[in-house]
């Protein structure tokens, strides 16, 4: 029933591999976003995108790309992982263009570790 | 460049208690400020919000005090339960429409019984 879910959950990776987390939103929402969360620092936004096949670049997107397909789907990319990349990452979907603000839906998050 | 602080890092009361959260913030084109509220292995929940044009927000046994002045807001958890552990979050954004938020880094709240 969650209306954001995110795979995998958990994943191992290597240096230098490629790594794309994937979320499906059920909402109905034209906004999406990606952000990032390590211990301490909160969570800060890497890439958004309010329409398929656009996206945008958030307060820290270098070593990340976005791809938006469709409206309901929203992945991101690290074509080269780094062990600095090591922390969860949470997907959301957002009713911000339908309200003046704009709540965010997480989904439960995916964490990731680059050994 | 931290534009949202929150403090303190963590705060432990006993239940029955209030719990006071405090944030700051930089940007005076912030407009928005909701509070999430995270539990362990889960992603972040709205609990409540408010905008600057308001002082104070309640719901239920939380309220938000806003003080626009001083760029300063403080959540308030009244009564507070064991199940009001968590992290909470203060976050903010301008009235851009677009759901960029800018988080804090984050309370820890711990309840004892």
């Known amino acids: 029933e969650a209306a954001v879910t995110q795979s995998p959950r958990s994943k191992v990776a290597v240096t230098g591999g490629k790594v794309t987390l994937s979320c499906h939103q059920t909402?109905?929402?034209?906004?999406m976003y990606w952000y990032r969360q390590d211990t301490g620092h909160g969570l800060r936004l890497i890439h958004y995108s309010y329409v398929a096949d656009s996206t945008e670049k958030g307060d820290i997107p270098d070593g990340y790309k976005a791809s938006r397909p469709s409206q309901e789907n929203f992945s991101l990319i690290l074509e080269l992982a780094s062990l600095s990349q090591t922390a969860v990452y949470f997907c959301?979907?957002?009713?911000?263009?339908?309200?003046?603000?704009?709540?965010?839906?997480f989904g439960e998050g995916s964490k990731l570790t680059v050994l | 460049q931290q534009q949202v602080r929150q403090s303190p890092q963590s705060l432990t009361v006993w239940e029955g208690e209030t719990a006071i959260l405090n944030c700051s913030y930089e940007?005076?084109?912030?407009?928005?400020f909701p509070w999430y509220q995270q539990f362990p292995g889960e992603g972040p929940a709205l609990l409540i919000s408010i905008l600057s044009v308001s002082n104070k927000k309640e719901d239920g046994r939380f309220t938000i005090f806003f003080n626009k002045r001083e760029k300063k807001l403080s959540l308030h958890i009244a009564d507070s339960q064991p199940g009001d552990s968590a992290t909470y979050f203060c976050a903010a954004s301008g009235w851009a429409n677009t759901g960029k938020l800018t988080f804090g880094h984050g309370t820890i709240l711990r309840v004892h019984p």
């Open positions: 959301a979907s957002s009713d911000a263009g339908q309200t003046n603000t704009g709540q965010l839906y």
């Open positions: 909402n109905n929402h034209d906004y």
């Open positions: 940007n005076s084109a912030f407009d928005y």
